[in-house]
């Protein structure tokens, strides 16, 4: 049995204060539950957030990382400062990061195994377009987009791995995906999974939807036999996010 994992990606928002404010007023009705919770919070916030969360089994996540370990790149952080104060995930390939900061399939791959290289979890992103559903390619979009997301990563860090299938389309827009279409987008990339590395491998990889979840959805998807919890935007910086949580 695949633990679910809930994240919110709190994308830009909340500063430092607000952070602490927030995660107080929820943190006990996120916490000891069956799954696994985490904060994916701007990068300023983190050391408020782990403080905040300390004495709770909520984790805290970053939302990218470089691929290199050092150097002179300005404006970027490591995977080792990530993990030097705590962090335990980081999402990577995010489909905003990939419109606006030119990120390819191939940085992905890369941020990818150094997160795993370092200790931390990596949220790997993939999705398709509204254009790209409407050509009816998205099957072979989340597919391509997973398999070069994996390129050399060995089996036993496959496993530690989630994938998050968010097609751009149901992001912030207030469309989510029907339970049946994230389904067989999530179907789809376990089966990849399962073509590269077996199924005893891809049954253990924990694949989340993300997209417009809220609290009156979250259930409907969660309980599909592929989607194993979820990537939350705008609902996890709301207190609904409990009931998101507690499905
Ligand atoms: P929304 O939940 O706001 O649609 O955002 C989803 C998302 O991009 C999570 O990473």
Known sequence: MRKKIIAGNWKMNYTPKETKAFIDAIKDKVSGTPHEVVFCVPYVDLATALEAVKGTDIKIGAQNIHQEDKGAFTGEISADMLVEIGVTHVVIGHSERRQYFGETDLGVNAKAKKSLAKGLVPIICVGESLDQRKQGVTIDIVRLQ?????????????????????????????????????????????????????????????????????????????????????????????PDFEKIVNF
């Open 146 to 238: 997973t398999r070069i997301a994996f390129l050399d990563i060995p089996e036993g860090d496959a496993k530690k791995c989630v994938v998050a299938y968010e097609p751009i389309w149901a992001i912030g827009t207030g469309l989510t995906a029907s339970s049946d279409q994230a389904e067989e987008a999530c179907k789809a990339i376990r089966d990849v999974l399962g073509e590269i590395y077996g199924t005893a491998v891809s049954d253990e990889i924990r694949i989340q939807y993300g997209g417009s979840v809220t609290a009156s959805n979250a259930s409907e998807l969660f309980k599909m036999p592929d989607i194993d919890g979820g990537l939350v935007g705008g609902a996890s910086l709301k």
